[in-house]
């Protein structure tokens, strides 16, 4: 499973992003899709994730300002991420979970200056 993530960029508090994500290749079951970040010197957290059956989660800091959609057809989830706060500032990857198997992009860093 290759994924192709694209979005992030530089943005002022307050601001909005997209990502997005289409995963290609070996697909047959994607349980579960999602997103993590990763600031310097902290670990890599759960951002948001989408279960193939609708089921959502959220980190507490993102609830209400960050949204997770998936195009099951597609193979594709996005992460619209409003009112940006610098602690948001990352690297995000995007994830997926297939047959007990863990697949993921390449980094695409988010930046949110003050």
């Known amino acids: 499973v290759q994924l192709q993530a694209s979005g992030g960029g530089l943005v002022q508090a307050g601001g909005s992003l997209r990502l997005s994500c289409a995963a290609s290749?070996?697909?047959?079951?994607?349980?579960?899709m999602g997103w993590y970040r990763q600031a310097p010197g902290k670990e890599r957290e759960l951002v948001a994730s989408?279960?193939?059956?609708?089921?959502?989660y959220y980190t507490a800091p993102v609830k209400g300002r960050f949204t997770i959609s998936r195009d099951n057809a597609k193979n594709t989830i996005t992460l619209q991420m409003n009112s940006l706060k610098p602690e948001d500032t990352a690297v995000y990857y995007c994830?997926?979970?297939?047959?007990?198997?863990?697949?993921w992009g390449k980094g695409t860093q988010v930046t949110v200056s003050s």
């Open positions: 290749g070996s697909i047959f079951s994607i349980n579960v």
């Open positions: 989408d279960t193939r059956d609708g089921g959502t």
């Open positions: 994830n997926v979970h297939q047959w007990g198997s863990d697949y």
